[in-house]
């Protein structure tokens, strides 16, 4: 048989609200609770908070003055402990930012090969969209307008490879 979870979001709102005139009794008892899922440490109060804000962030979405001040808080909690914590969302997002910076980097580094080199730089072309590190595309990026002659750039590709591989 499946069961239901019924979350009542009064308390966060509370929690998170400094006006709300509950704010301080929610935020006792939500610091009273101990979750069997925390692993006790010693710093097993910041792992309470950490998945109290945490799990407020998942359930709701919070007016942009909310967002920011859980985020702040979260943020001087990660510091203190030097815990951050990173979660699924957080993780695909940064990946995410990272493949979009890839694409940009390639259209720019087309885009200058196309430039400088004209038709000939074909190949150039065809073996930079197989380099995915963002650094490596940054520098190859400067390389290429450093580059003389499509021969030079050629081996700085060369070199990056060897580097990057």
């Not at 509370?14 to 010693?42: C, F, G, M, S």
């Amino acid at each position: 048989m499946k069961k239901s979870v019924i979350v009542d979001t009064g308390i966060f709102v509370a929690y998170l609200n400094r006006r709300e005139t509950l704010h301080d009794w929610v935020k006792k008892q939500l610091a009273d609770i101990i979750p069997p899922l925390i692993t006790r440490i010693p710093a097993a109060d910041v792992c309470l908070q950490l998945s109290h804000l945490k799990f407020i962030d998942w359930i709701m979405t919070l007016p942009k003055e909310l967002e920011k001040e859980i985020f702040e808080e979260i943020k001087t909690i990660e510091e203190k402990t030097a815990m951050p914590h990173i979660t699924t969302a957080e993780r695909i997002g940064m990946e995410r930012g990272i493949e979009k910076g890839v694409a940009s980097m390639h259209h720019v580094i087309v885009s200058m090969i196309k430039t400088k080199f004209g038709e000939s730089g074909s190949p150039l072309i065809e073996r930079a969209q197989h380099v995915k590190h963002l650094p490596a595309l940054e520098e190859l990026s400067e390389k290429i307008m450093q580059a003389q002659n499509l021969a030079e750039a050629m081996q700085v590709l060369d070199e990056l490879e060897m580097r990057v591989n």
